[in-house]
């Protein structure tokens, strides 16, 4: 355990490591792609650094996969693998110092606007504090304490990158950018630093998406309130602090939408498309569903590029083969995003396109239906208001409020003139369309997570044309006022998950065990039985909620079919014998068939014993050892275990 | 300002606070500390609002 300011600290350097590999991966492609009229812009800047910093993200995750292939996820490969990146860092700070100069000048110009945008930008920078001190503070919770933290735990602690054993076996196939990243920062620090990872990604949301409005005509009222819409949504502050890694896919995501609107000056050449492109291609990766939604949404805004959005007038001839080219050119760069996946894939499950093709156990990915038919029906018909107030199970929050608010505001006031030279519009319409493929492909699975970011890029005509209304002063001042409230409810909103966090902190300040304090009721029996049992015990785990077990209990924990077919056995304690399980620890709330013969053999045979653990759902049971075990839990060097086969 | 717009004005006033409601309605959650706070009638409006974004899972 370090100290919190060392955890901190650490977080933010790691952040800085990667923005200056970014930097370096981001050299030959500033050069191919020239500059744009935004680049000098407030948001430009920032979105620009924004985007540096995801490509440093992508390129770090890739030298992390090496090196957990190679079992070299130690402390000091990590921490001299971070050299270079801050070396670049203090290279191209000083040669950007004027775009510096020119982003923090339009910082300070913040004072010189209404009252009420510097209230609401204060706020906003307030209220995100509180979420990187939950992200700090709070344990992992839901799919982070089953899945998105626990396999970063397990690669940290065994320095390797091997397949997750367990309910959650077939996730280890999936893209693992962030979970990287996860492990390095435990490695280096704990916890607290690892989820802290994800706030500056967050921010770099909050860059993309203001590159996207002020590419599209916003000022600085139109970009405050884009990062109000963006930040008081409960699907982005939700996973600012919990532990999960949806930001991630969202952040590239729109950095793929922002680099297919980047207008260069001149308007020419084909590096927008590399870039959005291989933005495109590491939001897949790092979440499948980005695939159909975000595909469709980029559709949308290639084949404006290529032929409408184009300052000159091109003939369809010229839109077909810049259109073409582009896309090749986007599916090019898409496939290098996922070359670090193909590799770990074809490394560890010998099917490098997995768990698409060639490997068994991916499927259930891909056949997720979340609701019965008639529930389907009325999540479809109450689209778009159920992305925003749905409170359906496993949703994961919705989209702000404000969207709704200020939906009416767009049949306010003056149309845009030339809609198809709108960026605003054209954004609007790709995410649209994103939504609407995404309904009819997945109607039952209501999670804006799912694809978020083409969902944001319905923003920017949202926040513009409020800007006008408010700026311009077309409307009546008494709307101001309720666009100015509407704020200030959503950000008071944002925070109702924070309530609990200042007592919990006072209670850590006063000296108290706050690790379970927040966390789900999994925590304390696992955690005692993790002090109980030795390392390298066996323990056959009948919850979903694994994170709290120590790594050699997780790494040797239930493989295969073990906790499926186990209620087959005739003989089940002769079977947990010869399995050489010492524990199993039973949610019963999910497993009451297994806690009952359990339960049933703990009242009948000494070789089974409920520990007196103090737990509403959890029972913990210890099993005897016996000499017919066939397997058997070893130590392979550091803390990474595997199990031995004990039969001659 | 001609009355139009400050008719379209007090209605988009009305249709933000009514997305304000709803949104309240819909979070604040059913076992809280404020089930002993807030009157019946609150609770009956909730009941019937959350009923329209929810639904369980076929996995509970």
Redesign the interface.
Known sequence: MIGPLLSVAISLLYALSCLGLGYLVDAPLRRWRGHSANDSDMAGVLAGLASTYLLGVAAYAAVLTILGLLGALDLQTIAFSLIPGWLAVLFFSMRTRAEWRKAQAAIAALRSQPLWVTVIAVLLVLVTTGFAVAAWFTPPKGDAAAFYLVYPRIIAASGTLAPMQGTYESFSMIGLVAEYHFAALMVLADVGAAKLFIIPVALACAALLSGMVANAGGRIVAIVLACAVLLTSGTVNLYMFDGKVDLLSAAFGLAAGYWLVWRPSPVTGYAPYAMSGLFAGLAAVSKFSYVPALGLALLVLLLWRAGIGSERRVTVAAWFRTALVGGLLMAATTLVGWLPQLLKNAALFNAPLAPFFGAAGGEDLFTQVWFSAEATWKIVLTYPLALIFGRYPMQGGGLSFLVLSFLPLLFWGRRAPLWHRDHAIVLALAGLIAVLGWVVLRPSVIAPRYFLAPLLFMIPILVIKTEQLLVERSGPAFLRLGVVGSVLAAIAASCWQLLPLPSALMAAARGEDTTCLLASPECAPLRELSSQAAPGDRVLVATYYAYWLAPSHLQCRDQGNELHTMADQPDLVDWLHRRNFRYAAIDASNYPDLDRKMAGFAASTPDVQLLPIDSPTMHIYAIAPANTAELSCVNAGRDRWVLADLAP | ?KPR??L??IL??V???V??I???L??VPAESSLARVLPSAFWEARSA??T?????????
């Open positions: 300002m717009s400050k379209a004005g988009l006033l249709w933000m606070a997305v304000i709803v949104f309240g819909v979070m609002v959350y329209l974004f929810y639904s369980p899972s076929v996995y509970e």
